[in-house]
């Protein structure tokens, strides 16, 4: 098999941020621990269901439309292959942004996502026709005096803050995106409740004995008790902790739940799309070139707020809120 060209090969980048840690630096790799919004049972559950922001494949078809407007084919082989993947480069738009989207869904859990521009040019010094987007690691993106740092362990580089190491990164080469204030501010509500739900997880466990539960301890009562608070206290979110929270609840309530998550979830995508925007044009105004990633066949916010109101009066069946709730496209 034909391996495929490396567009990078023989080329020097202009990288300056580290991808991986040693772990020799405990406090460094402490920081960077309490930094995973998404470590704990029920946070972890959140953060994976977040992350399905655009539809899988199906089949033959991507499950909804993406253009890069104003790229031809050479210009759209080179920023999909400059876009972050665990797998390879992507193969089409649609796989591109699915991929972009999920990953920066778990940045963005903990603050604002940061990138960095990598630019490729050959051995003499002149600027090459390829660039790469860069993840800087949950946590170790900051500024200091101004200037963009990556924090590192001590061993990565000699300059400190406050007893921080950092590495500093190029202006120009770093561009972040986040979410809206009151988006932010109900992510931050509801992975507070989600941390208190937590910690409660294990409670159960140390308080049975060998011949059961402690006296006056109930597991269903504390099931229950849990579930009702991650319930209030994520109706902004509106994730259901995978029906743990709506056990036992009347179907169309359920259905407004993934609703209401589904609407949040197309607000994050939204402010994903702008970020991944803002560095195609920030390469845009380096390399020579413009272009527009342009999305098609998703629902809109204000279209699950009809969605709710079609639920609240009765005007659209139960099987056809649900499939929608859940991104399956409408029966025949």
């Known amino acids: 098999m034909r391996r495929r060209p490396d567009r990078f090969e023989g080329l020097a980048g202009t990288r300056r941020s580290v991808a991986w840690f040693n772990d020799a630096d405990e406090a460094f790799m402490r920081r960077l621990a309490s930094a995973d919004s ?19 494949d199906r089949g033959s078809r991507e499950g909804f439309g993406a253009e890069l407007r104003g790229a031809d084919d050479r210009l759209e082989r080179l920023i999909l292959d400059a876009i972050p ?4 480069p992507a193969r089409t738009v649609q796989d591109a942004v699915r991929h972009f989207s999920s990953t920066s869904s778990r940045h963005l859990l903990s603050g ?10 050959d051995q003499a010094g002149e600027m090459a026709q390829a660039f790469r987007l860069h993840f800087l690691p949950q946590g170790t993106f900051g500024r200091v005096n101004g200037v963009p740092v990556q924090w590192v362990p001590v061993s990565e580089s000699p300059l400190s803050r406050r007893g921080r190491h950092y590495i500093r990164l190029q202006p120009d080469h770093v561009t972040t995106f986040d979410l809206p204030k009151d988006v932010r501010r109900d992510l931050r509500g509801g992975l507070r409740a989600l941390v208190v739900a937590d910690r409660h997880q294990f409670a159960p466990t140390s308080l049975l004995g060998p011949s059961g539960a402690s006296r006056g301890f109930s597991v269903t009562d504390h099931r229950e008790m849990v579930a009702a608070y991650g319930r209030a206290h994520t109706r902004a979110l509106g994730w259901d902790g995978r029906g743990l929270f709506t056990e036992a609840m009347y179907e169309p309530y359920a259905i407004y739940r993934r609703l209401r998550f589904a609407r949040f979830q197309s607000l994050v995508l939204k402010s994903i799309v702008g970020g991944l925007q803002e560095a195609l044009d920030r390469v845009g105004n380096v390399l020579g070139f413009d272009v527009e990633l342009e999305l098609s066949g998703l629902p809109e916010p204000g279209d699950f ?6 639920l609240r009066m009765g005007s659209r069946s139960l099987l056809s809120l649900s499939r929608f709730s859940l991104g399956l496209p409408a029966q025949e």
């Open 85 to 88: 993947m665990d797998y390879g």
């Open 112 to 121: 604002p996502a940061a990138l960095e521009i990598e630019y490729f040019h």
């Open 38 to 56: 998404g470590s704990g049972f029920y946070r972890h559950m959140f953060a994976e269901d977040l992350s399905h922001l655009v539809p899988y």
């Open 305 to 310: 707020d009809r969605a709710v109101d079609d």
